[in-house]
């Protein structure tokens, strides 16, 4: 059973850093690419982070880049987020979710992907003083 687990949620200041992370079992992650989404109350789930299934590339939101970085360790499970310098406005319920694509695949127009392997449960992250 392919399942993820996001982790590493929770409320920071405005300017702060987080690292959110997302543990893969029952399945081999470098066999797929993984997302990172959000969710804010009464918006839409956007797309914030995309990385191949080597880790070689990676994509982002024009409203993360420069302060989200994504990366993957396959021997551990595990993909990574770290966020830094946070923004009242990133303040939303983070998931990621796992796509079978080739492994050459550069993570290109990640936003528009659907039918997903596999979705954790969401991690909540608070920006706020």
């Known amino acids: 059973q392919l399942q993820l687990v996001e982790s590493g949620g929770g409320l920071v200041q405005p300017g702060g850093s987080l690292r959110l992370s997302c543990a893969a079992s029952?399945?081999?992650?470098?066999?797929?690419?993984i997302v990172w989404f959000r969710q804010a109350p009464g918006k839409e789930r956007e797309g914030v982070s995309c990385?191949?299934?080597?880790?070689?590339?990676?994509n982002y939101a024009d409203s993360v880049k420069g302060r989200f970085t994504i990366s993957r360790d396959n021997a551990n499970h595990t993909v990574y987020l770290q966020m830094n310098s946070l923004k009242p406005e990133d303040t939303a319920v983070y998931y990621c979710?796992?796509?079978?694509?080739?492994?050459?695949?550069?993570?290109?127009?990640?936003?528009?992907?659907?039918?997903?392997?596999?979705w954790g449960q969401g991690t909540q992250v608070t920006v706020s003083s």
């Open positions: 990385v191949s299934r080597s880790g070689d590339s990676t």
């Open positions: 979710a796992a796509k079978r694509r080739s492994l050459l695949w550069p993570c290109s127009d990640y936003s528009l992907l659907s039918s997903f392997a596999s």
């Open positions: 029952g399945f081999t992650l470098d066999a797929y690419a």
